[in-house]
């Protein structure tokens, strides 16, 4: 699958196959993270990799839309220094960004499917994880074989995105395309 095919058949999905990742497709997702370009090429990531059922039944806690990850087959743990620290510059955000949608799209690549989850009770996080004090976790992705094969194959909902010409401005606010773009 080349990457604008990726870009537009990749789909979240939520429910998943009681079946394990492989080690080649899971080493292959981190990878693509850890390859993502990074501001000064500082990398101010860290992954924590979570198989153990039990873990990623207790992970499923850390917010009131997380409850998918008790189903995953492996979730992984975005760790970053807390963006909001004293001299952290917002680019560690936009950094990990980059890392998490490699990851979805070489799993998706693979024939595995994503959803992220976002951690609002931080204070459980740390303590299931263990991750330093002056760490952060905002973000768990969960990966796994999509419980229905047509999750991979479905098409877009219609209406699930905006059309360019509603999200686009050329040249400045408000200004719209030239009429050979308008498409």
Excluded at 134 to 149: I, K, R, S, V
Excluded at 157 to 166: A, D, M, N, Q
Aim: glycine letters at 8%.
């Amino acid at each position: 699958m080349d990457v604008e095919e990726a870009l537009r058949k990749l789909r979240a999905v939520r429910r998943f196959r009681d079946a394990p990742l492989r080690d080649e497709d899971l080493r292959a997702i981190l990878d693509a993270g850890r390859r993502a370009g990074s501001s000064k090429n500082l990398q101010r990531w860290h992954f924590i990799v979570v198989r153990d059922r039990a873990t990623l039944t207790e992970l499923a806690k850390v917010g009131p839309f997380a409850g998918h990850l008790a189903g995953g087959a492996a979730a992984i743990a975005l760790i970053t220094p807390d963006p909001a620290g004293a001299d952290m510059p917002l680019s560690v955000t936009w950094d990990l960004g980059r890392a998490a949608q490699n990851m979805t799209l070489a799993a998706w690549a693979r024939g595995i499917g994503s959803v992220p989850a976002t951690v609002y009770d931080h204070d459980l996080c740390r303590s299931i994880l263990g991750y330093p004090p002056d760490q952060h976790c905002e973000y768990l992705l969960n990966f796994g074989y999509p419980a229905e094969e047509r999750s991979i194959t479905r098409p877009a909902r219609i209406g699930g995105r905006r059309p360019l010409v509603e999200v686009v401005y050329y040249e400045r606010w408000g200004a719209t395309a030239p009429s050979a773009d308008r498409s």
